[in-house]
């Protein structure tokens, strides 16, 4: 791949960590944000995105693959129409490509897009038939399991030097919601019992 009409240099790894920026806008964002890495493995989130989506520092280093949670794993609680199920599948594979070409001696990326063409006819599907495509802002519907429906808009940043993505989740003012997602935040993980 050119870039100003320069091959990228080959050998290069995924960069692995979150500038110090980044890391301080996340922790200072009164909203769920969360960063992954070039190759969608989930590398920073705050205390609001882990509410809303689980503990990433829980799961292991598969679990913290988009890509592998979509395709082998539980998911996430995210309600999809099949269009945006397709754009976000499209999503997953093309920045996985992306990755293996940008890091090519990154073993771990080999690793995961062997282990989810082996593991998911759907995921083998449309890395063979050259899927491509990018994460865009947009509307998304969570169901969680303590707060209900949750009509959120998800932003897309990207930090072009690293291909780092950082994706932040607000809710309308004043709207069911937000009231919701202000719960959230009081309750954070806690796990409740009958």
């Known amino acids: 791949m050119l870039l100003a009409g ?10 692995s960590y979150l500038p110090s920026g980044v890391a301080r ?7 769920p944000v969360g960063v992954i890495d070039a190759a969608d493995r989930l590398l920073g989130a705050n205390a609001l995105f882990s509410a809303l989506f689980g503990d990433p520092l829980a ?13 082998l794993g539980p998911g996430t609680p995210v309600r999809y129409t ?11 594979v093309g920045r996985l490509r992306e990755a293996s070409e940008r890091f090519p ?3 771990s990326v080999a690793r995961l897009i062997a282990e989810l063409r082996a593991g ?12 491509s495509g990018r994460y865009g802002s947009g509307h998304k ?9 949750l009509e959120l ?18 809710a309308e003012p004043g709207s069911e919601s937000a009231q919701r997602l202000e719960l959230l935040g009081v309750i954070g993980t806690q796990q409740f019992s009958a």
């Open 141 to 149: 519907t969570i169901d969680h399991p303590m707060v209900g429906e």
């Open 153 to 170: 808009d998800c932003d897309v940043l990207e930090v072009s030097e690293t291909g780092l993505i950082i994706t932040i989740y607000t």
């Open 105 to 107: 001696a990154d073993d």
């Open 120 to 131: 998911s006819p759907r995921f083998a599907s449309l890395w063979a038939a050259g899927a």
């Open 59 to 71: 799961r292991d280093d598969s679990a913290r693959s988009a890509a592998w949670r979509h395709f």
């Open 25 to 31: 806008m996340v922790e200072r964002l009164d909203a």
């Open 6 to 15: 320069i091959a990228r240099p080959a050998g290069a790894l995924v960069p």
């Open 82 to 92: 099949d269009e945006q199920r397709a754009a976000h599948e499209n999503a997953l």
